[in-house]
């Protein structure tokens, strides 16, 4: 009896040719499973799946996570206003997080003997999948055909040509991956540290010429409203807004960062309703949160991404910041206004019943109600104590030398 295995498939060249190498070369009975995390409509999966049946797999599943990807992940980036080294929105990382737990949950439910990967060893998905897979399925084996064989692509093509496979084999001038989170583009400018992506290798392309106003509600840290049209799950709020925003051109940007295997790189991204999401997201909490509480969170929040990003998901640690990160929006709820235009934007204000920038109190720089002028003069001289005694302390040391 064959061994079964469970496939992460996409459809691609690489995916491709391990459902025909797994199949055919090693015997497996190959059970393929894609995970939308918002990247494909219903008539890509379809394709995907046919693909996947006329490679020869004996099962193809289909997952549905965009709202699993949400309310696990993406949430808690929002709160978080996780950007990685201040700039990308973990578009694809997060991502695959959610699709390997997914594929590790499926091989354990069918029972499978082996779980496989596409990935090459040159990027930083293959150690998302295999420490996943480790971690939540440690009985199952890895095998991952092109890192193993370190394979070329002209290889693989050459390859499936042989065995009648049909496909496009064309290599796009551009890798794109498309999410919910966002969209990473990657070239030949991108290989280099020097060189910006040109209009062309932009998926959405900039057709907003004008401005336009825009009201984002959030409750208790989530997106619920896009100019007062309400949805039933952030997610399709964030996909109503980046049809809004996308147009303009806004939310794009090359990120530079630092590899789980130790090298650094240079990817394309775009993702307007994200970056708009989090900048206001950020500027509410400016107004609704303590200083120490922004304080704190941005500490958290930056170990938080850097950690997801390197396939961290599964450390308890995760748990118990998420566990904070949803305490400290209690009081996230207002309106926050933004205002289009094409390749930028502005946070115009906001409003909020939590907003502690309240007048009642007193006017930055105009008028204080809330205490005496004797009362700073007292306040200053105690709040400066300590550093006072330091000073008075290490000047008479001095002198007595």
């Known amino acids: 009896m064959a061994k079964k295995v469970v496939l992460g498939f ?16 090693k015997g497996y009975e190959v059970h393929s499973i894609i995970v939308n995390t918002g990247g494909f409509s219903e008539e890509e999966l379809k394709k995907i799946e046919a693909h996947a049946k006329n490679l020869g797999v004996k099962s193809h599943k289909t997952v549905d996570a965009v709202k699993n990807y949400y309310d696990s992940i993406i949430r808690y980036l929002v709160y978080g206003n996780v950007l990685k080294n201040n700039t990308y929105p973990l578009s694809v990382s997060a991502e695959r997080l959610s699709q390997a737990l997914h594929i590790a949950g499926y091989a354990r439910e069918i029972q499978a003997d082996a779980i496989a990967h596409g990935s090459t060893g040159a990027g930083n998905d293959q150690v998302r999948f295999d420490m996943v897979f480790h971690i939540m399925a440690p009985e199952l084996e890895i095998i991952t055909p092109i890192r193993d064989m370190n394979l070329s692509r002209a290889s693989e093509v050459e390859y499936l040509k042989g065995k009648g496979v049909d496909m496009n084999f064309e290599k796009s001038v551009y890798s794109i991956n498309k999410g919910l989170w966002g969209t990473s583009v990657g070239g030949k400018e991108t290989l280099s540290s020097n060189g910006y992506l040109p209009d062309e290798a932009w998926p959405t392309q900039v057709t907003q010429t004008g401005t336009e106003s825009v009201k984002l509600t959030f409750e208790q840290g989530e997106l619920k409203k896009v100019n007062d049209q309400a949805f039933d799950h952030p997610t399709e709020a964030i996909q109503h807004l980046q049809q809004i925003a996308g147009p303009y051109g806004i939310g794009r940007d090359i990120h530079v960062g630092d590899t789980i295997i130790g090298i650094k790189g240079r990817v394309g991204f775009e993702a307007a309703a994200p970056i708009l999401i989090i900048k206001a997201h950020h500027a509410l909490e400016k107004h609704v949160l303590s200083k120490w509480q922004l304080q704190w969170k941005d500490q ?31 009081n996230v709820t207002g309106d926050v206004f933004l205002q ?36 700073v003069k007292g306040f200053t001289r105690i709040f400066g104590n300590q550093t006072s005694i330091y000073h008075i302390i290490k000047e008479n040391a001095h002198e007595g030398k």
Not at 10 to 25: A, I, N, P, Q, R
């Open 340 to 375: 289009l235009h094409p390749y930028r934007y502005q946070v115009l204000g906001i409003e909020s019943p939590y907003d502690l920038m309240n007048n009642a109190f007193g006017s930055y720089g105009e008028a204080n109600r809330s205490f005496t002028g004797d009362d």
């Open 300 to 330: 958290i929040s930056q170990f938080y991404g850097t950690w997801l990003h390197e396939g961290q998901i599964l450390d308890p640690v995760m748990r118990d910041i998420e566990a904070y990160l949803l305490s400290s929006q209690r």
């Open 10 to 25: 996409s459809g691609g060249l690489d995916t491709s040719f391990c459902v025909k190498y797994l199949t055919e070369e």
